[in-house]
């Protein structure tokens, strides 16, 4: 009931804020200023650098961050291939080279003294091709930029009083007709999570109760490397370059109690696991006309990661040892893709982009299981353990852009998908899919200040290997087994979006989306010698009504200057047939609401600034084959912090994450056998928390 009285007041507080604000700008002493930094064309604002100068940036990425109604955007690169992973960032009008590096690290790297201006492309143009955004940031960098440097040093005290360091050190520098930029990312990270657990009967009694300390440590480190080539006049060459090294190390030890408090049990548990990973893009873009480009992109990746011995270790508070689980697992991934694209503007206000892309891809994973009685360890059989999972994709694609007139543009798109999926070791299966996947979306200003977005599309989503294969979770009880015939979901998607601008620094969205989903991923029974599991699968077709809000809104009108806040609110309506029981019901894992605040307000004369952001989310439910569990995330999460640029002209941050330090709620309820049975054997409460994380962060640039 709490979550639903905040998820209305949030609304109506939204409303308020849009309505007081927009009233607000219709005076003409607002609106008509003289010396206006965003300069309006034909569907782009055009952001000169004295419009930042408010928000005391320091680096390309602090000014991105203010760009009202914006957010970055990586694309979404947990898809194989390049066709999904493009973001919503161009840098003098080029993408950088996606999957190698995320957005965030290009913008770190740029001091802000670089820049010249940022322009916020708000719809279809030809010159721009969108990629499936609503909007584009493209920063343009001042002529002749050369050498540059930028640094970010973090130090953190968790909870368990242990520090923790990491730093970002990035140097750029021309070399003939090349520029070149170095960079490393390295960090060292130690914190503690608290579990507490009480578990009850059938009839409600408590079994026992346990209190546990998970003492964590995580070690990384990430080089980088860019190379910018001009060939020539016509053509250049890109190369963007990254290694990865990290390991991970937890001590647990959970302590079980009879409900009077006598001893009952205690677990320990050590992990290890490491991992190694690398990964590069080469871009070649050359003009091959007046009319006509290329592009060409090479990716390779490859990555391995390890895990165990990791005993699970049982001792008896009277007895002593009684047993230990033993888990050893071992994954690589391979990723390597080719995408050719050509760009064809001959025809006014037309822009035509086609081309092909390939794609292979491959994950071994190998897990053994032992069970150690302190005489003998015996192998645990567990099915699809040891298997190797390959996908060949193809995909040829078209996109057009047509500005029908300065108000109208169309974009619409065809991509038609070839994938064929093998899989051997202990499951072995061919399978070959097809699949057609057009969109189209209609943008329309209204005028200078209202935009309406019209999309339809059909997307199909991405196979995860890991779900071929079995996985266990001791800590949790929770094995999971592969599934051979696990086909990817397909979804037919409206939405509709309308953008309201006010001012030079005020935004509102409103977007209304429909899904329509075929094959809906989840979780299927499946009965095996040695009991009843949960294994991923598809089941059935479902739906998703959703309405995201969006505002971004200046609050000087409430006697706060220098200030915004940024207010996200979204709500699901999700449905499907629960194949256990035949009774409609929601997806496993979406929430049915989020909400999330950003307040920023800075002093500039003083050089001083403060803010705090503010993220809360329904509970989420995950529907299983013997189980239900709901999720609550309490009181949200709550980060403050306070900045000065008073010293070297450095950002100097100091703040604190997870304020409220409540942690995360889970209730699991377990049935003796089917969910569908409705037999209840026992229910679990669990809360988790990490405590408050308090950080010094200094940001320079040089």
């Known amino acids: 009931m709490r979550g639903k009285v905040l998820s209305v007041a949030a609304g109506v507080a939204t409303v308020a804020l849009l309505s007081n604000s927009a009233w607000a700008l219709r005076d003409d002493a607002a609106s008509d200023v003289a010396d206006s930094q965003v300069d309006s064309q034909t569907g ?64 770190q790297r740029i001091p802000m003294e670089d820049v010249a201006q940022i322009e916020l492309i708000q719809e279809a143009l030809p010159q721009y091709n969108m990629r499936g955004h609503a909007r584009l940031v493209n920063v343009i960098l001042r002529e002749g930029a050369g050498r540059s440097g930028a640094w970010t040093g973090n130090l953190t005290l968790s909870d368990s009083g242990r520090l923790g360091t990491r730093h970002q050190l990035s140097y750029s520098f021309p070399v003939s007709n090349a520029d070149v930029t170095l960079g490393v990312d390295a960090g060292f990270s ?21 209190r546990d300390s998970d003492q964590r440590r995580y070690t990384e480190i990430i080089p980088t490397l860019s190379v910018n080539w001009t060939l020539d006049e016509r053509s250049s060459l890109r190369l963007d370059a990254q290694g990865q090294y990290w390991d991970w190390h937890r001590n647990r030890a959970n302590y079980g109690f009879e409900p009077n408090g006598d001893p009952l049990f205690i677990e320990l548990n050590e992990t290890m696991n490491y991992g190694t ?60 893709a080719l995408r050719q694209t050509f760009n064809w503007n001959r025809i006014a206000n037309h822009n035509l982009e086609f ?51 300065d108000r109208l543009s169309i974009e619409s798109g065809l991509r038609y998908e070839i994938s064929e999926i093998e899989q051997t ?36 989503a991405q196979l995860q290997f890991d779900k071929f294969a079995s996985s266990v979770d001791i800590q949790d009880n929770n094995s999971t087994l592969g599934n051979p015939d696990y086909v990817p979901q397909r979804t037919w998607t409206l939405e509709a979006e309308w953008e309201h601008r006010f001012g030079e620094d005020g935004s509102a969205s409103l977007q209304i ?15 095996t010698p040695g009991g009843v599991f949960d294994a991923p699968g598809n089941i059935g077709d479902g739906t998703n009504l959703r309405i995201t809000g969006n505002l971004t809104t200046p609050l000087d009108r409430f006697g706060l200057s220098n200030a915004v806040l940024d207010v996200f609110l979204e709500w699901y309506n999700t449905n499907v047939e629960d194949p256990l029981t035949g009774e409609d019901r929601v997806w496993s894992g979406p929430r049915e609401w989020e909400l999330a605040l950003d307040f920023r307000q800075t002093f500039p004369q003083s050089g001083y600034a403060w803010g705090w952001d ?89």
């Open 614 to 702: 503010y993220h809360w989310v329904s509970n989420g439910e995950v529907y299983r084959a013997q189980r239900f569990q709901v999720f609550d995330n309490t009181d949200g999460d709550l980060d403050i912090y306070a900045e000065t640029t008073n010293w070297f002209g450095m950002t100097i941050r100091a703040g604190v994450d997870g304020v409220f330090n409540n942690g995360d709620d889970r209730t699991r309820t377990l049935y003796n056998g089917s969910r569908a049975n409705g037999v209840i054997f026992a229910t679990e409460h669990r809360n988790v928390s990490m405590g408050q994380t308090v950080y010094l962060r200094v940001v320079d640039t040089f």
């Open 190 to 210: 130690g914190n503690r999570m608290r579990r507490r657990e009480e578990r009850y009967d059938a009839n409600g009694d408590q079994e026992y109760f346990s």
């Open 425 to 460: 070791g202990d499951a072995e299966q061919s399978r070959s899919f097809t699949y057609p996947k057009p969109s189209i979306t209609v943008n329309w200003r209204q005028d200078d200040d209202n935009r309406f977005r019209f999309t339809a599309r059909r997307d199909v």
């Open 44 to 107: 782009i604002a055009v952001y000169a650098p004295g419009f930042f100068s408010n928000y005391s940036p320091v680096t390309a990425l602090d000014m991105v961050a203010r760009i009202p109604g914006f957010s970055l955007s990586n694309g979404d690169t947990n898809r194989r291939g390049l066709g999904d992973s493009f973001g919503n960032l161009l840098i003098n009008g080029a993408r950088p080279s996606n999957k190698s590096l995320t957005l965030q690290t290009v913008l």
């Open 277 to 336: 990973s690398g990964s590069g893009t080469i871009t070649y873009s050359r003009e091959l006309g007046e009319h006509l480009s290329s592009e060409t992109i090479l990716l390779a990746s490859r990555g391995r990661w390890e895990e165990g011995p990791e005993p699970y270790a049982l001792y008896d508070a009277q007895t002593g040892f009684v047993g230990a689980t033993i888990v050893v697992s071992e994954t690589k991934d391979e990723e390597t």
């Open 513 to 527: 989306g429909y899904d329509m989903v075929e094959d809906l991923d989840g979780w299927v029974p499946v009965t």
């Open 355 to 405: 081309g092909a892309e390939t794609a292979v891809n491959a994950r071994d994973t190998t897990v053994n299981l032992f069970q150690d009685d302190g005489v003998t360890v015996t192998p645990i059989v567990l099915p699809v353990t040891s298997t190797r999972v390959e996908e060949t994709r193809s995909e040829l694609f078209a996109n057009h852009v047509w500005q029908v007139n």
